[in-house]
């Protein structure tokens, strides 16, 4: 699976530069000239990891930075012209895995953007909740020693929240990435399997602590357990 990455600037030209080169080398990139664009893009397919520039028309970077942190987990990579250190720092203290100054080489963002990326995405082979264990590779689930039955669709469902995890996934997104519809249909396909699966590995279905329903239709799944 290709990673996705959002690039959030209002300059189309360089945009336009980094959409093509990061296209070039496999990225899926999507682009976003302004806050209330970067906020519709992640809400409606999360990104893997998202360029953000700082100088933006309306709410700064760091004010958008702030409300992304709020909802999510993506890894950030602030793009700016400033070279101030105070802002480099208050970037760095706000949580950014990263931070490029203005003008860049795009080979050493390429670098950057691929380092962030090795840190951040999770490879998933294997998946611990509670005494649940999920070996995605030989596709067995254990309880303690019983044997837990998951259908094809459940795995693939699990491990895309699991590459995920502490992050909010549209259930549009699901439809599209696992489901493999090319429209959201109105369908409770993800609903019943969430359901499935919450039956087979949450102590208390009704009342999860690893699968999540997050308000405006999302998932978010939290491995360490979270009432």
Excluded at 4 to 9: G, P
Excluded at 190 to 199: F, M, P, Q, S, T
Aim: glycine content about 6%.
């Amino acid at each position: 699976m290709n990673a996705r990455i959002l690039v959030v600037e209002d300059d189309a030209a360089l945009a336009r530069v980094l959409r093509d080169n990061l296209a070039f080398h496999g990225f899926e990139v999507e682009w976003a000239a302004d806050g209330d664009a970067a906020i519709a893009a992640v809400r409606a397919r999360a990104p893997d990891l998202i360029l953000l520039d700082i100088m933006l028309p309306g709410q700064s970077g760091f004010e958008l930075f702030g409300l992304l942190h709020q909802s999510s987990r993506i890894p950030i990579i602030i793009l700016t012209a400033r070279g101030q250190k105070a802002d480099k720092l208050r970037g760095l203290s706000l949580g950014a895995d990263d931070y490029v100054t203005k003008p860049f080489d795009l080979e050493e963002l390429l670098a950057r953007v691929q380092v962030v990326l090795r840190r951040t995405r999770s490879t998933v082979e294997q998946l611990a909740m509670g005494d649940v264990t999920v070996d995605f590779r030989a596709r067995t689930v254990k309880a303690g020693r019983r044997q837990i039955h998951l259908t094809h669709q459940e795995f693939e469902l699990l491990k895309y929240l699991a590459v995920r995890r502490e992050r909010v996934v549209q259930r549009d997104e699901l439809l599209r990435e696992v489901w493999k519809y090319p429209d959201a249909p109105s369908t409770r396909s993800v609903d019943n399997a969430i359901a499935r699966l919450r039956k087979k590995i949450e102590p208390n279905p009704g009342r999860p602590v690893f699968i999540h329903t997050v308000h405006g239709d999302g998932y978010c799944l939290t491995p360490e357990g979270k009432e």
